[in-house]
């Protein structure tokens, strides 16, 4: 079955992580810091940069203009708030926000939307170059 499937390619008979070349953590931390200076990076963000340098970079973009965007829940996140809807995000242990989509106002001379939120009690406007795209913070 395995000649089947790789069709005349060798298999791999180690961990893949054995084939990788070794990095210098502290030498991309460096780096990654250089690059932006506003962030700390973890140890697990300098051992995902080599594995997943793009999908890395993307994160920490998407992390940068909308802030921590992991406690949403995944239809918020992919489908964005429907005007008036309203959930719960626990941005912390113990603390938690309440967020309302209250209006979308019409697109702007550079296609971007603005979208009045409100969350725990508090009122943000922001600009978003897609009508469901919503900041935590």
């Known amino acids: 079955m395995q000649h089947i499937i790789l069709k ?39 051992i995902a940069y080599p594995l997943y340098d793009k999908v890395f970079v993307e994160y920490v973009q998407t992390n940068e203009q909308f802030g921590n965007i992991s406690v949403l829940d995944t239809p918020s996140f992919i489908y964005g708030l429907k005007l008036g809807e309203e959930i719960e995000v626990e941005i912390e242990r113990g603390k938690t926000l309440i967020i309302k989509l209250i209006s979308i106002g019409e697109a702007q001379h550079k296609g971007l939307f603005k979208l009045l939120k409100m969350a725990s009690l508090k009122t943000y406007m922001y600009k978003r170059a897609q009508p469901y795209q919503l900041a935590i913070y």
């Open 8 to 46: 005349n390619r060798q298999s791999i008979m180690v961990r893949p992580g054995e084939l990788l070349p070794e990095v210098d953590l502290s030498l991309i931390q460096q780096m990654l810091e250089y690059k932006n200076p506003q962030r700390k990076f973890t140890k697990i963000d300098c």
